[in-house]
């Protein structure tokens, strides 16, 4: 049961225009989630989060949107650059634990 | 401030053989979680603890797995007699858990890459 979903595998954008990740979920007990990126052969890198009570976060070029009505999250990059090329992953921490569950991930490629 | 710190980065089994995974966490976290990930999947959690005591263990496979964070020293996941499907990448994390306003964030460490041959 895949409560955190990433439907898209992969993404493909020209550096300069705006990138987005799209994650859905299943579970309403989710309190956070959390957006991670990842280089071949690295562990994630902790990028940004929001609560389940905001609705948005901004952090620089970084900004993730909840819409908790539709179990929907986005990860909006402008303006993308060469060195966003990663695999993006979408997290959630239901409430009570401390556990995070992961998505499958997207791949972004920016390119020139 | 020093991040997570994993070792060995590689780690070749042969079947059979254990494996022992070593996790240093973050300066002045106290909270330490294990995730495995396969081939093109997500991260899986595995195992969560904090000093000398397992907080949360409901990912880890019943037999063969364990993990300990001693009062001195590294967290360790320790696999006996591997098998082919134990080869993963093993992540551990930490957290500055209690510490607000952010405790649920998750730092994580390079990975262990684990091949039994």
């Known amino acids: 049961d895949q409560q955190v979903k990433q439907n898209s595998p992969s993404l493909s954008v020209q550096e300069g225009r705006i990138s987005i990740l799209n994650c859905d979920y299943t579970?309403?007990?989710?309190?956070?989630f959390l957006w991670y990126k990842k280089y071949p052969a690295e562990g994630p890198t902790f990028l940004i989060s929001?609560?389940?009570?905001?609705d948005k976060n901004e952090d620089g070029r970084f900004t993730v949107f909840l819409n908790k009505s539709a179990k929907h999250l986005s990860l909006h990059i402008v303006p993308s650059q060469p060195g966003d090329s990663a695999v993006y992953f979408c997290?959630?921490?239901?409430?009570?634990?401390?556990?995070?569950?992961f998505g499958t991930g997207t791949r972004l490629q920016v390119f020139p | 401030n020093a991040g997570v710190m994993q070792n060995p980065r590689h780690l070749v089994r042969r079947r059979g053989q254990e494996a022992r995974l070593r996790c240093s966490p973050m300066k002045g976290h106290s909270h330490v979680y294990w995730y495995r990930q396969l081939p093109e999947e997500g991260l899986k959690f595995m195992v969560y603890?904090?000093?000398?005591?397992?907080?949360?263990e409901s990912g880890m496979p019943k037999e063969r797995f364990s993990a300990e964070f001693p009062k001195e020293g590294p967290s360790i996941l320790r696999i006996q007699q591997v098998v082919r499907g134990d080869s993963a990448a093993y992540f551990c994390?930490?957290?500055?858990?209690?510490?607000?306003?952010?405790?649920?964030?998750?730092?994580f460490g390079p990975g262990t890459r684990l091949t039994v041959t």
């Open positions: 994390a930490s957290s500055p858990y209690g510490q607000a306003p952010n405790s649920y964030e998750q730092y």
């Open positions: 603890l904090q000093k000398e005591n397992i907080i949360d």
């Open positions: 929001i609560s389940s009570i905001k």
């Open positions: 997290a959630a921490r239901q409430y009570n634990t401390d556990k995070l569950i």
């Open positions: 579970n309403s007990m989710f309190d956070y």
